[in-house]
């Protein structure tokens, strides 16, 4: 009896050891900089990124959120908070990046973009170099940063897309939102843009449902353009998403055995177990991307 628990012990040892050096070599490549985004709006971008940075919390990782919605700050809506300070108080030398940060569910911490994201298009150089010395303030200090976009193709969007590592193309299975995904695509292949992308598919009626037309649309674009894109999974249609938004907590906390919740651990299992894309430099770098991103003329002068 001893022996067999000693042997248990032992494998949980060699486990636990193997999954700290894994995430300790994660940490030496620095941030993994994930725009979420879409198409159409109102398809689960801000619900999918604040329960997804809970599992991927619940997993050991430490996770920044940039709330980059161009219009309301969604994702302190979602959790009933009202922001003290926004990067445009960063902008505007107020206060430090850090300090903007709210401190969320599972020790997720979120930076309000709030009118800072529209007013990043005005800022001479002085001000950029100024934003991306903020930024680097945080860097190896997480291990992810997650962005929550407005919905489209607009210019400013594409430039937080452009500028990430990775892209979380976020759709629901209504053909509309399904055109608006592939369009969405279709622009950063336009572009030649080095970010990997993803497809999630969010309120599938079924499992097959979601699968097959999620696996459609990425045959789609391999097959169009020749852009490779990645089907990550889906989130089932669950009445406790609604339910969540309207008590303002998070549903992967407030129903933890809920099929939405289920969905979203098997998410944040795919992105840690599967091959993570190439590093394109951390956060700071990240920054200096989406600087350079912006559509020429919206900058003051050039970099
Ligand atoms: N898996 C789901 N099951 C059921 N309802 C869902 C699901 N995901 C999202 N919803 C519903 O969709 C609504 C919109 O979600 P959310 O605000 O996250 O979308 P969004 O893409 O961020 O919207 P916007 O483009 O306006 O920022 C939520 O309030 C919720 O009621
Ligand atoms: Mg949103």
């Not at 107020?94 to 997720?108: C, Q």
Request: hydrophobic share 45%; proline share 4%; charged share 25%.
């Amino acid at each position: 009896m001893a022996k067999q628990g000693d042997g248990l012990r032992s494998w949980v040892k060699t486990k636990t050891d193997q999954a700290t050096r894994e995430v300790l070599q994660e940490r030496l490549t620095g941030t993994r900089v994930m725009a979420v985004t879409s198409g159409k709006g109102g398809v689960g971008k801000s619900s999918l990124v604040l329960n997804l940075s809970m599992a991927l919390a619940e997993r050991g990782q430490r996770i920044v959120i940039l709330d980059a919605d161009l219009g309301l700050a969604n994702i302190n809506i979602m959790l009933g908070n009202e922001p003290v300070y926004t990067l445009w108080d960063v902008v505007e030398r107020r206060v430090s990046l850090k300090e903007t940060l709210e401190t969320g569910p599972n020790g997720v911490r979120i930076i309000p973009g709030g009118s800072g994201i529209t007013e990043l298009a005005r800022l001479d150089s002085v001000e950029i170099a100024h934003i991306i010395e903020a930024f680097q303030e945080l860097e190896g200090e997480c291990d992810w940063l997650l962005i929550d976009t407005s919905a489209g193709i607009s210019d400013n969007v594409l430039a937080f897309v452009l500028a990430a590592d990775e892209a979380l193309v976020v759709t629901n299975p209504e053909p509309t939102a399904l055109a608006d995904a592939y369009g969405l695509i279709k622009a950063v292949w336009e572009q030649d843009g080095q970010v990997a992308l993803k497809l999630v598919m969010n309120r599938a009626q079924t499992r097959d449902q979601g699968t097959r037309l999620g696996t459609r649309l990425t045959d789609l674009a391999q097959k169009a353009l020749g852009q490779s894109v990645e089907f990550l999974g889906l989130v089932i249609e669950d009445p406790v998403v609604a339910r969540a938004v309207i008590k303002q907590v998070p549903f992967y906390g407030a129903y933890p055995h809920s099929e939405a919740a289920y969905d979203v651990a098997d998410l944040a299992d795919r992105l840690l177990h599967r091959v993570p894309p190439p590093r394109r430099g951390g956060w700071g770098a990240f920054v200096k991307r989406l600087v350079e991103n912006w559509p020429r003329g919206m900058n003051q002068d050039s970099m």
